[in-house]
């Protein structure tokens, strides 16, 4: 029995990644100005100016990039919260660390994130006033409802962040909510 031929090798899509070692919000050597990926997240050196691309689409940024401060602790100190709130929020705010990047988003993206934030600040604040109202009237349903709309819009705000920090260390912040084009540019880890 005979073999068929073998197919042509195709050479592998070349996908052009950013070697980037952008501008700092802080001096810091230029050797240190780095930033990967890790599957689906970013990992970049803390005050690093990400590259003006939006990060939720890849498409060219509108305006100047958003500086995001970002705080992590460890999840285990989540374990505190059975022994009393107050000491977990003690031990976390001192534990926790910090980290600041600058990104950018398209004109879509902005327009998108202003919305929500004005629509989230517009329920918290109508919930709470209408709680306050609500007091005078004695009316319990009244009062749980707006206790949910008040609630719905901190929620809503929080869920408005541009990214989530997974960890954040000494010298390096690991960032989700990059779109896998964005995150594209950059070389996979162990290749920075």
């Given at each position: 029995m005979t073999q068929p031929?073998?197919?042509?090798?195709?050479?592998?899509?070349?996908?052009?990644?950013?070697n980037y070692a952008g501008p700092m919000l802080e001096p810091v050597p230029a050797e240190q100005q780095v930033v990967w990926r890790d599957g689906k997240v970013l990992v970049a050196r803390k005050l690093l100016v990400l590259p003006p691309l939006c990060i939720k689409c890849n498409g060219p940024a509108e305006g100047e990039p958003i500086r995001r401060r970002l705080r992590w602790h460890h999840p285990g100190f989540?374990?505190?919260?059975?022994?009393?709130l107050l000491l977990y929020a003690i031990v976390a705010t001192v534990l926790q660390q910090h980290g600041t990047i600058a990104l950018s988003l398209c004109a879509k993206h902005r327009q998108r994130r202003l919305l929500i934030g004005l629509s989230a600040a517009g329920l918290a604040v109508g919930g709470l006033a209408m709680l306050i109202l609500?007091?005078?009237?004695?009316?319990?349903w009244l009062?749980?409802?707006s206790i949910g709309i008040f609630l719905g819009g901190i929620v809503l705000g929080v869920s408005n962040q541009v990214v989530t920090p997974k960890k954040i260390d000494e010298h390096f912040v690991w960032v989700r909510g990059c779109c896998e084009?964005?995150?594209a540019n950059f070389p996979p880890v162990g290749r920075a």
């Open positions: 031929p073998p197919l042509p090798q195709q050479p592998p899509l070349a996908v052009p990644m950013l989540y374990l505190l919260i059975p022994a009393g609500t007091a005078h009237l004695q009316q319990t009062a749980l409802t084009p964005f995150l």
